[in-house]
C-alpha cells in the first residue's frame, strides 16, 4: 500500500482478555518497529525487525507482550491477559535498512487499545 | 542509562516569530538525530534528519543545529504560522553505530495568531 496501515484503529477490551494488533508496513521496507504512547507522553519502544536477523526484544515491557513478522511483511504484537495500564496507542513504523543507516520511519495511524 | 530531554512544558509563541525547540541527549552519542512532528490523534511525521559530522541542516522554514559537543539539538521554525502547532519530537539514534531510534517525550508548540 501507499502507507503504513494498522488495524484495528480502535479496540475496547476487557481485562484479562488477549488482543491483536496487526501492521502492514510499506513494501520494501525492511525495518518494522512498534511503539507505545500512553496519553500526553512520548514514544516508548517496544520490538525491532529488521529483515532476516532476530528482533531486538529489549522494550517489551513484560512477557504478556509478544510480536511477530512474516519475512519482511506483516507483524502482528500480541497483548495477553490485558491490564488497564495496557491502555495507550501502539504504533507501528517501517523503514528502508541501509547498512548501519535507519531511513526515516514511516509509522501508521496507530491503534487505541482501552483496557477496562 | 541513555536519557533523552525535551521541554515538556507547551511553548507558545506569536505568529511570524521564530520558535526554538531543545533536545539534548546524555550518556551516550547518536550517530545522527532526527525530528517528527506529531499531530493529536495521528502517527508521527518525519521532518528532518542531522549527522553527527553535520552542524545545520535546513529544509524550508525549518532549521537543525547538532552540537555533539553539548549533547545537544535544536529545532527552529522561522516566520511560524498556527499551522505549525503540533507536538515536535526529537529521535536521537540509539547508539553510535546508527541503529534504532529512541524518542525524546515531544515539546508542544502552540502558534498564536
Known amino acids: 500500500g501507499a502507507g503504513v496501515s494498522q488495524s484495528p484503529s480502535n479496540k475496547v477490551t476487557e481485562k484479562g482478555k488477549d488482543v491483536e494488533l496487526r501492521c502492514d508496513p510499506i513494501s520494501g521496507h525492511t525495518a518494522l518497529y512498534w511503539y507505545r504512547q500512553r496519553l500526553g507522553q512520548g514514544l516508548e519502544f517496544l520490538i525491532y525487525f529488521q529483515g532476516n536477523s532476530a528482533p531486538d526484544k529489549s522494550g517489551l515491557p513484560s512477557d504478556r507482550f509478544s510480536a511477530e513478522r512474516t519475512g519482511e511483511s506483516v507483524s502482528t504484537l500480541t497483548i495477553q491477559r490485558t491490564q488497564q495500564e495496557d491502555s495507550a496507542v501502539y504504533l507501528c513504523a517501517s523503514s528502508l535498512q541501509a547498512g548501519s543507516y535507519t531511513g526515516e520511519l514511516f509509522f501508521g495511524e496507530g491503534s487505541r487499545l482501552t483496557v477496562l | 542509562s541513555q536519557k533523552i530531554e525535551q521541554n515538556s512544558e507547551a511553548l507558545n509563541i506569536q505568529e511570524g516569530k521564530t520558535a526554538t525547540l531543545t533536545c539534548n541527549y546524555t550518556?551516550?552519542?547518536?550517530?545522527?538525530l532526527q525530528w517528527y512532528r506529531q499531530d493529536p490523534g495521528r502517527g508521527p511525521v518525519f521532518l528532518l534528519l542531522?549527522?553527527?559530522?553535520?552542524k545545520e541542516k535546513r529544509k524550508e522554514r525549518l532549521k537543525v543545529t547538532f552540537d555533539t559537543t553539548l549533547k545537544q539539538s535544536l529545532f527552529h521554525i522561522t516566520a511560524s504560522q498556527p499551522a505549525d502547532s503540533a507536538t515536535y519530537l526529537c529521535?536521537?539514534?540509539?547508539?553510535?553505530?546508527?541503529?534504532?531510534?529512541?524518542f525524546g517525550g515531544g515539546t508542544r508548540l502552540m502558534v498564536k495568531p
Open positions: 529521535a536521537p539514534s540509539r547508539d553510535n553505530a546508527g541503529n534504532m531510534l529512541t
Open positions: 550518556n551516550y552519542s547518536p550517530a545522527y
Open positions: 542531522i549527522r553527527e559530522n553535520e
